[in-house]
C-alpha cells in the first residue's frame, strides 16, 4: 500500500498543474527568451531560433538549424513547459539537424487560445501531423518529454507514416493507471472517480495554495538544484484552467491498445519511482509497454523527472545513439 501511494503521488507530479493564468502574450513569450522569430520569409528572432509559418490555436514552434539539415527533429515538452527545457540538447543537435521545438498555448506564458476549453491532447496530436505535414518533413524523430511523450506516441499510433522515430522520456501509455486500487483491473473506468476527486480537490484550491503545490512538485521533478527556477517559472506562468484540464485528460487517457499501430522505433527513457526499488519500476514500464514488444526500454539512474537537466551527458548520449 506504502508503495502504490508513493505511485500515486509520482503520477501527479509528473503531469505538473501549474497554477496561476496565463499572461498574455504573442504566442506567449517566455521571460528574457521574449523574442520572436520565423522560418524563411520571417523576421528571425534575437536569440537565433524562428518561428514556423504556421497557423494553429493548439501550439506554435521555434525552429533552429542549417540551412541544409541532415534531417528533422520535434521536440516536444511536458505539462506547463515551456521550449527552454529543450535548450541544451538543441544547442548540441541545430548544426546538424533543423529543430523544431513545440510550445503548447496555456503552457509557460503563451495565450491559451483553443486550449482554453474542451479536448486538449487530441487536438494537438492531430495539429502535429498537420505540422508535419505542411512543413514537408520526411518522418522527423519525435522526442517528448512528460506529457509531450503522450503527444508523441497518439502521433505516431494515429499517423504511423508521419514519425521516423520516437523517444519517450519518462511516460506511459496510461499513468491513470497508478490511480487504480489495488488489485483492480487499470482501465478508464476504474480510475475516473479517483482523478475526478483530484480534479474536484484541485479546482477549489486558491491560486496560493495550487501555486505552492505546483512548486513543491516542479522542485520533487528535478534534483538539480540550479537548474530549477526556468521549470518553476513556466509553471507559475501557465494558465490553470488548460493546465489543469490537460492533466485530468492524460490521467484518463489509454494508449495501451493504441501502440501496436505505432511503426517507428520506439525508445523509452525513464527514471526509478521514488521510494520503490529499480526492479518495481522496470517490472511497471515493461507491463506498460507489453502491447508495443519492439520498445527498448532504458531506465536513467540518479535522475528525476527532467532527466535532460538532471543528466544531460547521458540524456545528450542517448539522443545521439536514437538519432544514429
Same mark, same amino acid.
Given at each position: 500500500m506504502k508503495t502504490m501511494t508513493a505511485i500515486a503521488a509520482l503520477a501527479a507530479s509528473?503531469? &505538473?498543474a501549474a497554477p496561476a493564468a496565463a499572461q498574455e502574450h504573442d504566442h506567449g513569450a517566455h521571460g528574457a527568451h521574449a523574442a520572436h522569430g520565423a522560418r524563411p520569409a520571417q523576421a528571425q528572432g534575437h536569440h537565433g531560433h524562428q518561428h514556423a509559418d504556421f497557423e494553429s490555436g493548439r501550439f506554435h514552434v521555434r525552429v533552429d538549424g542549417p540551412a541544409q539539415p541532415i534531417g528533422d527533429i520535434i521536440l516536444i515538452p511536458g505539462l506547463s513547459s =515551456?521550449?527552454?527545457v529543450w535548450d541544451g540538447i538543441t544547442d548540441q543537435l541545430k548544426d546538424r539537424y533543423r529543430i523544431h521545438r513545440i510550445h503548447v498555448q496555456g503552457f509557460a506564458g503563451a495565450a491559451a487560445e483553443d486550449n482554453a476549453s474542451g479536448p486538449i491532447l487530441g487536438p494537438v496530436a492531430e495539429d502535429l501531423a498537420r505540422y508535419i505535414a505542411e512543413q514537408r518533413l520526411?518522418?522527423? *524523430? $519525435?522526442?517528448?518529454? =512528460?506529457l509531450g511523450g503522450t503527444f508523441g506516441m497518439m502521433l505516431a499510433a494515429r499517423h504511423p507514416d508521419s514519425v521516423g522515430k520516437l523517444m519517450v522520456v519518462d511516460m506511459m501509455p496510461f499513468t491513470g493507471a497508478m490511480f487504480a486500487a489495488p488489485g483492480v483491473n487499470p482501465t478508464v473506468e476504474a480510475v475516473t472517480p479517483a482523478v475526478e476527486a483530484m480534479h474536484a480537490r484541485s479546482s477549489a484550491m486558491t491560486d496560493d495554495q495550487y501555486r505552492a503545490q505546483a512548486a513543491m512538485a516542479v522542485t520533487s521533478m528535478i534534483n538539480t538544484e540550479s537548474l530549477r527556477a526556468g521549470p518553476l517559472e513556466d509553471a507559475a506562468r501557465s494558465d490553470r484552467t488548460v493546465s489543469a484540464n490537460a492533466y485530468r485528460e492524460l490521467m484518463l487517457t489509454d494508449l495501451r491498445a493504441e501502440l501496436p499501430r505505432i511503426t517507428a522505433p520506439v525508445e523509452v527513457l525513464y $527514471?526509478? /519511482?521514488p521510494g520503490t526499488p529499480a526492479g518495481f519500476t522496470d517490472n511497471v514500464y515493461r507491463m506498460s /509497454? *507489453? =502491447?508495443?514488444p519492439s520498445a527498448q526500454l532504458k531506465r536513467i539512474d540518479d535522475s528525476a523527472h527532467f532527466i535532460m &537537466?538532471? %543528466?544531460p551527458a %547521458? /540524456?545528450?548520449a542517448e539522443v545521439n545513439a536514437f538519432l544514429e
Open positions: 509528473l503531469c &505538473l =515551456s521550449p527552454e520526411d518522418r522527423p *524523430a $519525435v522526442i517528448g518529454h =512528460s $527514471v526509478n /519511482f /509497454f *507489453a =502491447s508495443l &537537466l538532471d %543528466q %547521458q /540524456f545528450a
